[in-house]
């Protein structure tokens, strides 16, 4: 029986193994509220994480992704919370691609120059800006240029193997598997998958199996969902250890590392001599 399912399943979380969870939001929705106060974000976070044995995890703005809202006023909600749990916290920040190209070009000055080094996209829920409309082309163009990481909670196909052709220097990770995206994860060596899915018995072996344990990462969309349901199909898949380490971690903390992003504690720990 694997190590890691055990000692899941007798509550004693994940001892020796790193745990990244590579898709979180924090702050208010509309239609599920988090956190209001940075002071109550950063506490329970640490609780959340702790109770599910995470060491950390990759945080995206609530509801100030969506239109209507002002995508500065959640970065500088996240950027707060993560400077106050910076070992925790890995800060995706995030613009809207309807904002003008100037505008959206001194955000991502602005949240680089405090030391951002990821962004989050959602551009399937701001109008259905299109993938690869000159905006986010721009915005690809800058995490090239400035060494960034990627998530996006969507990409038509088509366009995430034409965008990662384009700048091989970017990473790029969708947000949310499906096996529609296998063709691209397998011919592009800088396109990974998010794991956080509803899909039916057996999805994640499945991807597992046909594109590699390598291109995927964990997710679980907290706090919106309990990382609980992120991890079991990672802990539950019919995979061995070593490649579940990689999904709960490794590879997610070897992508962050790249940018600059990776708290040095967990390189220090888990990628020395990698």
Known sequence: MSEILRNW??????????????????????????????????????????????????????????????????????????????????????VNPNDGRDAILAELDRVYDRGVRC???????????????????????????????????????EVLTQISAEFPEVDFICGHYSEGYDPVLKARDNVYANTWNYGAYGWLDRGLADVGAGKFVFGSDAFLNPMSVGLGPVVYAAVSDGEKRLVLGITMARLLDKVGALPPWIREQYLAGA
């Open 9 to 94: 399943e007798n509550g004693l979380g994940f001892p020796g193994v790193l745990v990244i969870d590579g898709h979180a939001h924090i702050g208010a929705w509309r239609h599920a509220a988090t956190y209001h106060s940075v002071e109550q974000a950063a506490e329970d976070t640490l609780r959340f994480l702790d109770s599910n044995g995470v060491d950390a995890a990759c945080s995206m703005s609530g509801g100030y992704m969506f239109e209507g809202t002002d995508y500065r006023l959640g970065n500088d909600f996240l950027l707060e919370v993560c400077k106050r749990i910076p070992d925790r916290l890995i800060g995706f920040a995030h």
């Open 119 to 157: 962004l989050k996209l959602i551009n399937a829920y701001q109008q259905q800006y299109p993938g690869d409309g000159p905006n986010l082309m721009a915005v690809y163009e800058y995490a090239a240029s400035h060494g960034m990481l990627i998530l996006n909670h969507h990409w038509a196909l």
